[in-house]
């Protein structure tokens, strides 16, 4: 019986090890998203008020960069 019991509280742990894994990465990944569609909407806009500039690119490029080193 004790057997059992330890058993089942070994399962739960490390149930909750896994969901608390997975709630970390889902955390970094919305994050990640947000940084992105950040970067998206400056680009966006840059774009739009400089009518085209190249130095668009240049932004855009190392704003997803300091998105990915997060």
């Given at each position: 019986m004790l057997e059992r019991?330890?058993?089942w509280a070994l399962a739960g742990a490390i149930g909750a090890a896994v969901?608390?894994?997975?709630?970390?990465?889902?955390?970094?990944?919305?994050?990640?998203?947000?940084?992105?569609?950040?970067?998206r909407n400056a680009y966006?806009?840059?774009?739009i008020s400089t009518k085209g500039s190249p130095s668009c690119e240049s932004q855009f490029t190392s704003c997803m960069?300091?998105?990915?080193?997060k």
């Open positions: 019991s330890m058993t969901l608390a894994t997975l709630a970390l990465v889902s955390v970094d990944r919305v994050a990640a998203n947000d940084c992105g569609s950040s970067c966006n806009q840059c774009r960069q300091r998105c990915i080193r």
